[in-house]
Nanobody, 115 residues
Framework: QVQLVESGGGLVQAGGSLRLSCAAP????????MGWYRQAPGKQRDLVAV???????NYADSVKGRFTISRDNAKNTVYLQMNSLKPEDTAVYYC?????????WGKGTLVTVSS
């Protein structure tokens, strides 16, 4: 059973910052793209950011300039640095791994941004 283990969620005031982490098994981390999605209450799950094995990034328009995705290959970990957080960023954030080794999801970590 492949597990993606997320951490770093929590409560933060608007304008603040959080960093999410997601650790994955090396067997998939080294071959798959890694990304973050989020799902707000009553809404669908949407892409936040994705980072390919080759280093190409893609961000949702709503987070461009505020969020940064990165990966540490030595630790098999992907990060999402979130700055200038807004109340509308409140959601459960899910780590995703997608590629030749299949598609996998973490259990999610809650981010709450208070106004």
């Amino acid at each position: 059973q492949v597990q993606l283990v997320e951490s770093g969620g929590g409560l933060v005031q608007a304008g603040g910052s959080l960093r999410l982490s997601c650790a994955a098994p090396g067997s998939i981390f080294n071959l798959n793209a890694m990304g973050w999605y989020r799902q707000a209450p009553g809404k669908q799950r949407d892409l936040v950011a994705v980072l390919s094995r080759g280093g190409r990034t893609n961000y949702a328009d709503s987070v461009k300039g505020r969020f940064t995705i990165s990966r540490d290959n030595a630790k098999n970990t992907v990060y999402l640095q979130m700055n200038s957080l807004k109340p509308e960023d409140t959601a459960v954030y899910y780590c995703n791994s997608d590629g030749p080794r299949g598609t996998y999801w973490g259990k999610g970590t809650l981010v709450t941004v208070s106004s």
